[in-house]
Each structure stands twice: as C-alpha cells, then as structure tokens.
C-alpha cells in the first residue's frame, strides 16, 4: 500500500489538484450563475474604459427589472475582431449579441447575417416597450431612431439585422491652454484666414499646428477640401439624382464639360495645400496612435477627431491642459481665393449611427438578447449609455452630454462632387499621384498633367469593368429576387401580399429600371451628352422661352 | 403487432407524403436563401422528381447558383417542370425562368434581344394575366425601351398603352408608367415624360418595411425634370418643397432651396428683359 501511494503520489496530487479545481470553479459559477440565472454574453471590440463601464451599469440596471439575468462581456482588440468572430460563429460558440460590421469584407459579413444572425425586422416595426411613459411610447422601434434605422436595414437580405446604440460625429479638438499662450486667443477661429494665422503664428513657436496622420487625412477631406467642389454637381449629374457617380465625373470629362483645370477642382486642391502645410512632417506615413501622442504631449495645437475617441482624449488631457471643440475652419463666402466656391456650410449626414449589435442564432435566450437589446435602444437608458461612454445617442430625444454640442451634425449643406476613380489602374494612378501632392512633391499642375490624359484614356477600360461587374450583379439580383418569389409563392395567404409587394418594387428597383439607367450611362460615356454642352442643372433656351412667356403673360 | 410494424410505418409515411414534400420545398428554399444552395439542391431532390414545386426549385438553384451553376440543367428542368405540370403555378414562372436565362446572360456575352423578347412573348402568350406574364411583358417592353431608339420607343408606347388600358388595376401600373417616361425621354418629350413620371410617383407601391424606399430621391428627380425639361416651374417648386417639408435631413434639402432661389432669380430677370418682341 505504501509502495502503491509512494508510486502514485504525483497522480493523486494532480487529481486532487483538479477535483479541488472542479469543486472551486463549480462553486464560483453556482454561486455566480445559480440556477435559474441566464447569462448573456455579449461581444464587441470596444476596449475603451467607457463602454464596459456603460455596459456593467446598464446591465445592473437591468438586473434590477430581470433579477435573474446577468451581462459578461466578451471585449476583443479590433485588430483579431474578424477572426474571433469568425471562429466564435464557425464553432458555434458566439455571444448572444455581437457588435457587427469589423474586421471582415462586407460579402462575408452579408454571408455571417444570413447564416448566423437573427432577423430583427418583427422587433424594428413594434414600438419599444422600454420607451412607455416618454414621447416615443407606441412608436414603431425603426421609427424612434435618428437615423430611421436605415443602417441597420441590409437590402441584400431585405431584414433589419441590427440594432445600432450611438451616433458619431467629427470635429476639432484644441489645446486651449497652448493656443492661448502662443497667440493669444482662448477660442479657435473658424473663419479661414483667421485659422492659417493662427497657425503661421504656432509654426513660428517652432510647434506643429495641427497633429495629423493618414488616418485623420479623410477628415480634413471629407469637411473641408471636398466640399469646395460641390458646384460640379450641376455639371455632371446626368442622372439627376442629386449626387456625383465616378461615371458622371468621366462622362463629363469626355463630354468637356468638365476638367482638372475646373476652378472649383483647383480651389479644393489649393487648400488642401494650405492647410496641410501646417499639418506635422510626414504626417502621411503616420498611423493615428502618433497624432494623438503628439497632440497628448502638448506638441501640437489641433486634432480632427471623432466622438469616439473624444472621450478618452478629453481624459487624457485632464490636469494637464484644457480641450476646446471648434468646427473645422472654412472660407468665407467673401474670401478672396475660395469664396466664390462656397455655396453653404458642409452638410453631414444624420445617418452616421453606428455601434450595431445583432443577436447570434446560437444564443440559448435570443428573446432576453433582444429584450436587453431594445432596453440600451430605449430612449432613457440611450441617453444614459451614451453619457456614460461620451458618444452621441441614436435614439430621437435622448439628451446629449453638453460637452459634445458641437457634435451634432450639420443637416442642410453642400457636399463633395469629385469621384475621380474609376477603380482598377485609375484608382492607383490617383493614388500614386495624391500621395505625391500630399508631401508636396508635385504641383496641381503637374498632378493635372500626369492623371488627366491618363484617366481619360484608360478609364474607358475601367468603366467597362463597372459594366462587367453590373452584370455580375444583375445575376446575383436574380438569385436574390427567385428566392424572395418563392417566399411569396409559398406565404400563407396572410403574408402574401407584404412578400409580393417586396418582390415587385425589387424587381422594379433592381432589375427592371437599373437596365435602362445602364444604356443611358454608356451612351453618355460613347456620345456625350445630349444637346451639345449643355450641362444638366443648366436651363435650355427652350425652357428659359417658357418661362419668360409665363412670367410676361 | 412486430409484424404489422413496417405496415403502419409504411402507412404513416404515405399518409403524410404531401406534407413532408412541402416541408422539403420549403426547406429547400430556405437553403437556398442562406447561399446554401447544395443543400437546397438535397432538399428538392428529396422531394422526388415528379413534384413540380421542388423541380422548379432545382431548376432556379442551377440558374443562378453562384459558382457552379448550370443553365443547360436549369433548362432542362424547367422544361420538365412544363411538362409535368403545364397549366401551374410552377409552369408559369419556368416559363419567365427560361426567359430570365436568355437576357441575364453571362459576364462577357451580351443577350440576343430578339429571342429574349420571344421568350418573355412566350409567358405572355400560355399565362394571360398571371403575375409571371405581366413581368415577362415589363421586361419585354424594358429591352425595347433600353435600345433608346425612337422607334423601338414608340412601339413599347403603344404596348403600354395597351396595358394600361386593359388592365388599369395591375399593381405593376407604376412600373409601365415609369417605363413610359423613360420613352418619352428618349422621344424628347418632356412635357409627357413629365406627366408619366407624376402618374408613375402617384401610383408607386411603397414597401413599409423598407427604410430605404423613401421617396426624396422621387421629388428630387420630378422636381428637376419639371425644372430644367419641362420648364414647369409650379410642378418644380411643389416637389422641391416636398423633400424640404418632408425629409429634413436629406443631403438634397440645401440644392432644393438652392433651386427654389435659381426659379425665382429667373423669373425676376425674365421678367425684368419683358416679353420677346
């Protein structure tokens, strides 16, 4: 018997090791989990400090109405998001809500909706039972949301798959306390002028004005530079639908209508130029990380930056130096270079909600996944989750921090008009070409010179890829839409109607008129424009006749 | 009672036969949907090959399975489907399948639209009335449309007005409308293909369910063309009104007012200039 224990004695200390090991996890899981308790999991990539505070308080909250359901959250680094995803679908061990829409190509996450996700469509055409008691008690869900609930409706599926819990917005931060010490102002001006003073003022202190990366490049575009090409609009949107196709742009550059040398083009450019110039060296082979290091270290003046990150940049910042939020600057509609270009403010669409959770097929309680779900979408506990995080609430009437005022989105403005690629050998070309203006090795001109010729040329080719890739598409819309027939084909009578009616207006939608709109866009691109040079905001002579008969009559 | 058990299981199995073909169809198709389209290919066979509905399935995953689809064998089996039922349900729309496979024709090929247009008359022709039909008719009429030529203009025109006459309650009025304007556009008549657009708008179907069939990009579009084709400016002014009154936050609400602005610096400059001499 000695012998035997002698022999053994390593084994009976590892198997005690484990049954002690048993024994403590299977207490702290009872004891954590009793019977009776379900558990939600739920994923998401978002590491800062702010949202797992958010969600732990929120999940308290509604422990407090469902005593016997508790919250784990499952926060995964964005950079292994796609594959965790993956491997968590795939082996059938999700959470039972998962923010959606990182770290994979759109296709995959289509397939990922389709195959492990719950349709939320009934739940997003019934009022939100946590909204009783506010303004929005009664009101269809989709209807409660900022933006509609537009973003989480995929056409492809033709369900709203999501529910997404935050809006976002882009500004720029200051450091008040350097730039008053350094020019005197305790406000950034918005004006133009004022602002590339003030920063000739910080770059002669031998500072960066402005903290900048390829990652925050998009911002300044997207609110300042492009928005100076808006005009261009009334030249090239053949089919008026109030915005500019890449094929609009090449069928007015083959029709003469348009060109590099078109002033508000050149204009956009020009300040691009003028404002970059006060951007820190080699900002565009810097990554966002070392933008914000540098504006965090008091070496630079201003930072473009989005609510989600506004947060923890504010909490960096604390004790140290105070944070303003200002708009990004703009021309004057008197400046004398840019001015004649301004038509209005930048316009920013309502519709940029995001922070989407879809509940996973998986899920043991997909009913309690989807009631906390429509609890963080109701408007209180929004405004509440949002508060807490620092973001803007999706859900209509919750109340925003103060602090992020100046986030709110400008509704009613000009927009972009200058889709250049074409995709394929343009979009590289381009590519090489503006990293090159951005460091300033080359002049508009010269950028002009090199892409111009090019992208007429070659862009024929590339525009006949798009042609390929509609008809790619035309097949897959008839996949899509056999399966949407015979889901009417098969409807009880009662759901008949609502599943024939989807199936008509997508035929219409995708198959029937998309046709027509595809000979209309080749013939532009092969003959040019109908009646000469006339431009499609532009009056013809007929009308202007018509016109002045009524008005003289 | 061992020995009757094969006759009742046998029994139970014929009994509920019809049940469990459905069953299958409709798991085949939900397969389908997923992008499952090897396992809705199990499902339909499972089904047998002489139930029209699943064979009809078959057919339509070999059409447009993507990858490895079969077009010769989607024929083939919508042929079958013809024949094994040729006054259904199923038949009807293999026949439009057998046309859907002549126009939506491969990467690289470009349809042959006389025999396209035969086959959609081919619907027409056996399916009266049946929703196949009036779809085969629409695409029919949308090829001869796309050719944008007066011609072919005019006699898709002239079969839509035919339509619309018989049959003024179909719920796919709004798409003959809109393909009437398109015709006018292409014949250089704005003041008609402004009036088809408007009787198209009034007699749209909207899909509650989806957020993004909102109408602004509707009154943009009547808006301009009344504008800048038709030179009504009253038609104009109504719709850029519409979208700013309704869709607040649409990115077109700020061109609107920048149109309703351009209309009346016109007049007023017209007006100022007087009447031509």
Redesign the interface.
């Known amino acids: 018997m000695i012998k035997w224990l002698r022999n053994s004695a390593a084994l009976l200390v590892v198997a005690g090791a484990y049954v002690w090991a048993v024994i403590v996890i299977g207490s702290h899981r009872v004891k954590e989990s009793p019977p009776g308790m379900i558990t939600l999991r739920i994923g998401h990539w978002q590491l800062e400090s702010g949202v797992r505070d958010a969600f732990n308080e929120l999940a308290a909250e509604y422990q407090k109405l469902h005593p016997n359901v508790r919250v784990v959250q499952d926060a995964i680094p964005e950079s292994t998001y796609g594959q965790w995803v993956t491997t968590q679908l795939m082996g059938g061990t999700a959470p039972d809500l998962m923010q959606v829409g990182l770290g994979l190509p759109g296709p995959v996450w289509l397939g990922y909706f389709k195959r492990y996700f719950v349709p939320l469509s009934s739940v997003a055409n019934q009022p939100n039972p946590y909204n009783a008691g506010t303004e929005l008690e009664g009101v269809p869900l989709r209807q409660t949301y900022r933006d509609g609930l537009r973003a989480a409706y995929v056409p492809e599926i033709q369900e709203y798959m999501s529910l997404s819990l935050a809006q976002f917005g882009v500004r720029l931060m200051y450091n008040r306390d350097l730039l008053q010490k350094l020019t005197g102002r305790a406000e950034a001006p918005t004006e133009l002028r004022e602002f590339l003073a003030v920063c000739a003022q910080i770059k002669a202190h031998g500072l960066a004005p402005i903290a900048a990366s390829k990652y925050h490049f998009w911002m300044w575009q997207g609110k300042v530079f492009d928005v100076l090409t808006y005009p261009a609009l009334r030249q090239g949107d053949f089919n008026r639908d109030g915005s500019m196709g890449n094929d609009e742009v090449y069928a007015a550059f083959q029709a003469g209508l348009l060109s590099m040398q078109y002033p508000p083009y050149r204009a956009s450019f020009q300040l691009m130029r003028e404002i970059t110039d006060h951007f820190q060296t080699g900002y565009t082979g810097l990554t966002r990380d070392e933008a914000v290091f540098l504006f965090a270290q008091q070496r630079a003046v201003f930072l473009a930056t989005g609510t989600w990150d506004f947060r923890s940049l504010e909490t960096q910042a604390k004790g140290v130096f105070e944070v303003g939020i200002t708009d990004f600057p703009r021309p004057a509609a008197t400046d004398p270079v840019y001015g004649e270009f301004v038509e209005g403010p930048a316009y920013e669409a309502a519709q940029f909600v995001g922070f989407p959770f879809g509940v996973t097929r998986t899920s043991r309680h997909p009913d309690v996944a989807v009631d906390f779900l429509l609890f963080l979408a109701s408007q209180k506990q929004n405004e509440r989750l949002n508060r807490i995080i620092g973001w803007i609430p999706a859900i209509n009437g919750a109340a925003m921090d103060p602090a992020l005022a100046k986030f709110e989105p400008q509704l009613e403005g000009v927009y972009g008009a200058m889709p250049l690629q074409l995709g394929g050998e343009t979009s590289i070309k381009w590519m090489q070409l503006m990293s090159l203006y951005q460091i300033n090795q080359i002049s508009y001109d010269e950028l002009a010179r090199q892409y111009e010729p090019f992208y007429k040329e070659r862009g024929l080719l590339d525009f006949q890829e798009a042609r390929r890739d509609w008809r790619r598409a035309l097949a897959n819309n008839e996949q899509f839409l056999a399966g949407i027939r015979a889901a009417a084909l098969l409807a009880d009578a009662a759901r008949t109607p609502g599943a024939w009616l989807k199936y008509r207006t997508l035929t219409l939608q995708w198959q029937l008129l998309p046709e027509i709109a595809q000979a209309r866009q080749l013939r532009l691109v092969e003959e040019g424009p109908a009646g000469g040079a006339v431009a499609p905001y532009e009056y013809t002579a007929a009308v202007v006749e018509k016109i002045r008969h009524e008005v003289n009559r | 009672m061992i020995r009757l058990l094969p006759l009742l299981v046998m029994l139970s199995l014929v009994g509920s036969a019809g049940a469990g073909e459905t069953n299958l ?2 798991q085949g ?1 939900a397969a ?5 389209f090897d396992r809705a290919t199990r499902f339909f066979e499972s089904a047998g090959p002489t139930d029209a509905a699943a064979v009809y ?1 078959l057919a ?1 995953t070999w ?4 990858p490895k689809e079969d077009r010769g064998r989607a024929e083939q089996l919508y042929h079958e489907v013809i024949r094994l039922a040729p006054a259904s ?1 199923w038949a009807a ?1 293999s026949w439009l399948g057998l046309a ?1 496979l002549q126009h ?5 090929q470009e349809p042959n639209y006389p025999k396209v247009r035969a086959a959609y008359q081919a619907v027409i022709d056996r399916f009266p009335r049946h ?1 196949a039909s009036t ?1 085969a008719f ?2 029919q009429q ?2 001869l ?4 030529n007066p011609n072919e203009a005019r006699t898709a025109l002239a079969a839509m007005e035919k339509f619309l006459a018989e049959q003024p309650q179909s ?2 009025v ?2 003959v409308y ?2 009437q304007a ?1 015709c006018f556009q292409t014949l250089g008549e704005p003041a008609a293909q402004l009036a088809a657009s408007l009787r198209a708008w009034e007699t749209t ?3 509650p ?5 909102d109408a602004a ?1 509707t009154y ?2 009547l808006a ?2 009344a ?5 009504d ?1 009253a038609t104009a002014r109504k719709f850029y009104g519409k979208l700013i009154a309704e869709y ?2 649409d ?5 609107a ?2 149109a309703l602005a351009r209309m009346a610096e ?2 007023s400059r ?2 100022a ?4 001499r």
């Not at chain 2, 389908?32 to 499952?36: A, D, H, P, S, V």
């Not at chain 2, 990115?251 to 061109?255: G, S, V």
């Not at chain 2, 200039?273 to 031509?276: C, H, K, L, R, T």
């Open positions: 169809v409709a198709w389908y949907r997923l992008g499952e399935g339509t059409a447009w399975r993507r349900e729309w859907r939506v024709v491969p990467v690289g929703p779809e629409l695409q949308a090829t449309v796309a050719a944008l719920p796919y709004s798409a809109s393909l398109e179907e909207v899909d369910e989806n957020p993004r069939s990009g943009w579009k301009t063309l504008e800048f084709e038709a030179g400016f607040p936050k990115q077109r609400k700020f061109p007012k920048q016109l007049e017209l007006r200039e007087g009447a031509p």
